[in-house]
């Protein structure tokens, strides 16, 4: 259960992701005539930061996968294990960059942090 649990905040949070940060952040980006010119265009400044801001929502929902995976396995090897424990430190690392960064205001580090403990105790 706890697999499970962490796939779908995980799935959410990455389509929550992509879809606010269109909307709130990217849109107004791309509508600003302060953006640098990336490899001598404006144009490539825009699609370079709406395909890296997308990109994280797609890693996102493949890690997803991975625990929905794991979530449908009788037993966990020790290699399996060992990605879980990755993946819960990185989501621990995660919260504690967002936390500090946006000073506790971006909502993800709630997220990160009760993922990266769900899937320390999964590891266990």
Known sequence: M????????????SIVHSALGE???LRPLQQSAD???LQGS???TRRTLRF???ITSVLGIGISAIL??????PELTSSETTILKIFSATYLISFAVAIVGSKGRHPSWAVF???????Y???A
Do not use: D, K, N
Not at 2 to 13: D, K, P, Y
Not at 113 to 119: A, E, M, R, S
């Open 113 to 119: 942090l009760i993922v990266g403990i769900l899937l």
């Open 68 to 73: 929905f995976y794991f979530a449908t396995l």
């Open 35 to 37: 953006l640098p010119a």
């Open 2 to 13: 706890l697999l499970i649990i962490s796939a779908i905040l995980t799935l959410i949070m």
């Open 121 to 123: 105790l999964a590891a």
């Open 23 to 25: 909307l709130w952040i």
């Open 52 to 54: 890296t801001w997308h």
């Open 42 to 44: 404006r144009s490539a």
